[in-house]
C-alpha cells in the first residue's frame, strides 16, 4: 500500500538558519535517481517487482494515483512517498517537479525493473 511517510524532527533542528527533516527508511536502500518530470506529462501506469520504491519530492506539486487502493496522494516539496513492491502507481505532476526515487534494489541488477500496468 502506498503511503505518505512523516519526517523525524526535533527541536534541535529547527533555528534561525531553517530545518533539517529526516527521514528513515526501514530497509537499505542500494540506489538513488533524481528525475524531473514535466507539468501535465504523467510518469507510471506501472509497478516494480523486485524493488521498493521511496520517493522524495523536491519541486514542484503533484499526484500520486494507486489504482489498487483507489486512492490519490497529494504531494509538494519535502514530502515522502512509499511505493512497495507490485504496487502499481502514477504520478501526475501539477506543476514541473523534481525529485530523489531510493530504491532497495539497484535498477540494473533487476531481471525485470519496471513493469506496465495494467
Known amino acids: 500500500m502506498i503511503k505518505i511517510l512523516q519526517p523525524k524532527i526535533s527541536d534541535a533542528a529547527?533555528?534561525?538558519?531553517?530545518?533539517?527533516?529526516?527521514?528513515?527508511?526501514t530497509e537499505d536502500i542500494k540506489e538513488f535517481c533524481y528525475i524531473t518530470t514535466r507539468a501535465g506529462v504523467e510518469r507510471g501506469d506501472h509497478y516494480h517487482k523486485e524493488f521498493n520504491e521511496y520517493i522524495m519530492l523536491v519541486e514542484g506539486e503533484g499526484i500520486y494515483i494507486c489504482p489498487k487502493q483507489n486512492n490519490k496522494f497529494v504531494v509538494g516539496p519535502g514530502q515522502v512517498i512509499y511505493i512497495p513492491v507490485n504496487c502499481p502507481h502514477t504520478f501526475v505532476p501539477l506543476t514541473d517537479?523534481?525529485?530523489v526515487s531510493l530504491l532497495t534494489?539497484?535498477?540494473?541488477q533487476c531481471d525485470e525493473p519496471i513493469t506496465s500496468y495494467p
Open 97 to 99: 517537479c523534481k525529485s
Open 105 to 108: 534494489k539497484p535498477w540494473d
Open 14 to 25: 529547527v533555528d534561525h538558519r531553517g530545518a533539517i527533516f529526516s527521514y528513515v527508511p
